[in-house]
């Protein structure tokens, strides 16, 4: 079965990358006895999914504290699934791409132990990735703010459509189970915590690393010895501490990594 979500056919030339980093990035992951991926926004948008910080984001036409955060959620609910009902059915219509499959695949090698993720579309799992750690969450279900009950997404969205927000039958908003700012990180950070701090490889994707304590955790890897592989469009402010730097479009660092590693990505 064919690969969807991509954003170029495979069979086309690469963009140039620096074919020395390709290679030194397989060879970093072939030696590695526990490397991870941290992934952010950068990994889902040849899916179609608008990241936020971007040119052209999300932050640039909503304002974060009215539709990202618990204050906002409290104050107007209904703005904010103005917001994220959107941003749920484009998760729905999105396809992993080869970014996802790549990772998948590495897992699958024993090349990676899994994946964190700062994304909470679950395209990852969708991918084939098993083990994969959520630290801001997941929208396959919502949860009471009052009682705690636990909705799927069909309900949520029928609640929304019906009220303009969704309420709980105890009378409590429900919350889609994403965390939102000024929440605490889901408990998988805690997990994210530790795999960081054993990790020999860690293999940044798609993140501007501008978020934290997420963000904190490459820091985190590189002190207790961890190589760090990086790879996004544009610069971070931990490039200084990677060892490996992939600079380019990451269908495109996926795409010759995974032919240099011997990753058929072809579906």
Same mark, same amino acid.
């Given at each position: 079965?064919?690969?969807? +979500? @991509? ?15 390709? $290679? ?28 936020? *910080? ?5 932050? =640039?036409?909503? @304002?974060? #504290?009215?539709?990202?955060? &618990?204050?906002? /959620?409290? *104050? ?20 992993? %791409? ?49 009682? *705690? ?8 969205? $029928? #609640? ?20 939102? /700012? ?5 408990? @998988? /950070? ?6 960081? =701090? ?33 790879? %996004? ?5 931990? @490039? ?5 730097? &992939? *600079? +380019? ?19």
């Amino acid at each position: 079965m064919g690969l969807r +979500g @991509d954003l170029r056919d495979p069979t086309l030339p690469l963009m140039k990358l620096d074919p020395r980093q390709i $290679a030194l990035a397989a060879e970093t992951l072939r030696n590695a006895q526990q490397a991870w991926a941290l992934t952010g926004a950068g990994v889902s948008t040849p899916s179609g999914i608008p990241d936020f *910080r971007g040119p052209g984001g999300l932050w =640039e036409l909503w @304002d974060p #504290e009215e539709v990202s955060s &618990l204050p906002g /959620f409290l *104050r107007d609910p209904q703005q904010f699934y103005t917001f994220w009902l959107w941003r749920f059915e484009k998760m729905e219509e999105a396809q992993p %791409n080869v970014v996802h499959h790549l990772l998948a695949r590495l897992e699958e090698k024993g090349l990676l132990q899994g994946v964190i993720t700062q994304n909470i579309d679950g395209l990852h799992h969708r991918a084939g990735s098993r083990r994969v750690l959520e630290v801001h969450g997941h929208v396959r279900s919502g949860s009471c703010l009052k009682c *705690r009950g636990s909705f799927s997404p069909e309900w949520i969205k $029928a #609640e929304v459509r019906a009220l303009g927000y969704a309420r709980c039958p105890c009378g409590g908003l429900v919350k889609p189970d994403v965390v939102l /700012f000024g929440e605490e990180l889901a408990l @998988d /950070f805690h997990q994210a915590h530790q795999a960081a =701090e054993q990790a020999d490889v860690l293999f940044v994707l798609g993140t501007s690393l501008e978020v934290w304590p997420v963000a904190g955790l490459v820091p985190l890897a590189a002190h207790h010895g961890a190589k760090i592989i990086l790879a %996004n469009r544009d610069p971070t402010r931990y @490039d200084a501490q990677a060892a490996v730097l &992939l *600079r +380019g479009e990451l269908v495109e660092v996926a795409l010759a990594l995974g032919q240099a590693l011997g990753v058929n990505l072809g579906g």
